[in-house]
């Protein structure tokens, strides 16, 4: 199995519209970040967990050419909007697949109603087939089993999901510890550390170094980085020989 970091930003990007931070004015490759998402790849199959607005983008750098499913955190925009960008896999290979929890597929339906359309539908329009995620209860892709992992976005819930000896945590402020042992004996665990200084609805880099030591898997990858957290290069060399700054176009192997 291969995942490959489409995007490592926070829902800004780095750098950031109009702002000087020295991070943002960094050469450095790994120092610009696309909105977070992830491909993973085994067999022929192709999946991508979120679909924010640099998707097109993505998908043109990993030269991705099949999409068998969507499996969505939570409904916030740099998880989400590029749902239109679906279309060029919609027209080879027909609707693509979705899994959320049913409260993102409603506000789905809102935003993107024309997806939805079964009247006056635009023969244009991307086409989706909607499945809904449930806490406990494990689902198929391809021919591996994911769990969903039950976690607070501050108020908000989200799902994490877990493959094999994978698992992929974004947007995480608090989880329970009936979730924390869904974790147990992973390989490689991406799990968000989004700056510094504590945040209310993020972990910060502290807390997702905590929580690596709670789990501990062999290796884990930060993911969901903001400007505030410093220099990529800077960063790495400080953090535990187990522990990695995902980067965009990053891809591993398990």
Same mark, same amino acid.
């Given at each position: 199995?291969?995942?490959?970091?489409?995007?490592?930003?926070?829902?800004?990007?780095?750098?950031?519209?109009?702002?000087? %931070?020295? *991070?943002? &004015?960094s050469?450095?490759?790994?120092?610009? #970040?696309?909105?977070?998402?992830?491909?993973?790849?085994?067999?022929d199959?192709?999946?991508?967990?979120?679909?924010?607005p640099?998707? #097109?983008?993505?998908?043109?750098?990993?030269?991705?050419?099949?999409?068998?499913?969507?499996?969505?955190t939570?409904?916030?925009?740099? %998880?989400?909007?590029?749902?239109?960008?679906?279309r060029?896999? /919609?027209?080879?290979?027909?609707?693509?697949?979705?899994? +959320?929890?049913?409260?993102?597929?409603?506000?789905?339906?809102?935003?993107?109603?024309?997806?939805?359309?079964?009247?006056?539908?635009?023969?244009? !329009?991307? +086409?989706?087939?909607?499945?809904?995620?449930v806490?406990?209860?494990?689902?198929?892709?391809?021919?591996?089993? !994911?769990?969903?992992?039950?976690?607070?976005?501050?108020?908000?819930?989200?799902?994490?999901?877990?493959?094999?000896?994978?698992?992929?945590?974004?947007?995480?402020?608090?989880? !329970?510890? $009936?979730?924390?042992?869904?974790?147990?004996?992973?390989? *490689?665990? *991406?799990i968000?550390?989004?700056?510094?200084?504590?945040?209310?609805?993020?972990?910060?880099?502290? $807390? +997702?170094?905590?929580?690596?030591?709670l789990?501990?898997?062999?290796? +884990?990858?930060?993911?969901?980085?903001?400007?505030?957290l410093?220099?990529?290069?800077?960063?790495? &060399?400080?953090?535990?020989? /187990? *522990?990695?700054?995902?980067?965009?176009?990053?891809?591993?192997?398990?």
């Open positions: 199995m291969k995942v490959y970091f489409l995007g490592t930003g926070t829902s800004q990007g780095i750098p950031i519209i109009g702002v000087d %931070h020295p *991070v943002c &004015k050469a450095d490759s790994k120092d610009k #970040r696309l909105r977070v998402s992830i491909c993973i790849t085994w067999e199959y192709s999946f991508v967990i979120d679909c924010g640099d998707f #097109r983008q993505q998908m043109l750098a990993c030269e991705c050419k099949r999409l068998d499913a969507i499996l969505f939570h409904e916030h925009a740099d %998880h989400t909007a590029g749902l239109d960008d679906i060029p896999f /919609n027209f080879r290979q027909g609707p693509i697949p979705v899994y +959320a929890h049913q409260r993102v597929i409603d506000n789905l339906k809102k935003r993107f109603d024309y997806v939805f359309e079964t009247v006056n539908r635009y023969p244009g !329009a991307p +086409a989706v087939d909607t499945i809904e995620v806490n406990d209860a494990p689902f198929v892709v391809g021919n591996k089993t !994911a769990i969903p992992i039950n976690v607070m976005h501050g108020d908000l819930q989200v799902f994490g999901y877990r493959i094999d000896d994978f698992a992929y945590l974004t947007d995480v402020k608090t989880i !329970a510890v $009936e979730e924390i042992k869904k974790l147990n004996n992973l390989k *490689v665990l *991406v968000n550390a989004l700056r510094i200084e504590p945040h209310n609805t993020h972990f910060n880099l502290q $807390e +997702a170094l905590d929580f690596i030591n789990v501990q898997p062999e290796k +884990a990858y930060l993911t969901h980085i903001s400007h505030l410093g220099f990529h290069e800077e960063i790495a &060399k400080k953090l535990p020989e /187990n *522990v990695f700054l995902a980067y965009d176009n990053l891809e591993i192997t398990l």
